[in-house]
């Protein structure tokens, strides 16, 4: 199950803002969030420096804070507008009770409707009764799901086929 993280960065961007002196030069800060799946704080930072556009200017990250995530659901026409939202599903323990179990789950869509009605169709082969509350907003600009090609550089080899070549 991937560990989600949401980065918060920050940078400068000019503006040209004209009022009675005429135009003027201003720094406008910027704050943009991003989601990424790491197994650290730290690989999450690492992540983020290497992820992030490279024609965002000289940006700093200010706050990396875990997100709790059951599934993340990424529709290809889905829009680039992601929504969190907050599923409940209702089983039974051992003694017949009922329980409820809460799960977030992002979705991404153009509109608030667009995502209901994208999730209803994601979740329609579960077998268990749901309810789906709350469907919010979220600052996210894009999400960076972990990905395989890096995981071993191509420079470096596993140790037995290391060790095979060393003894011929």
Known sequence: MPTWFQGTIKYQKEEIVTDRQGDQVRL???TEAYLVDAVSYTDAEARLYGEIPA?????????????KLSDV?????????????????STEDDKGREKKIVNSMLINANTVKQAYEQLEDS?????????????????LLDIFPYNDENKIPA????LHEAVRTEEV
Do not use: C
Not at 125 to 139: C, G, K, Q, S, V
Not at 155 to 158: A, E, F, G, I
């Open 28 to 30: 406008k800060t910027i």
């Open 73 to 89: 659901f990424h529709i290809e026409d889905g829009g680039d507008t992601w929504y969190k939202a907050k599923v409940i599903f």
């Open 155 to 158: 420079n470096l080899k596993p």
């Open 123 to 139: 979740l329609k082969t579960i077998l268990m009764p749901y309810e789906i509350t709350d469907i919010n907003r979220t600052p």
């Open 55 to 67: 024609n965002t200017p000289d940006f700093q990250i200010a706050r990396i804070s875990k997100m």
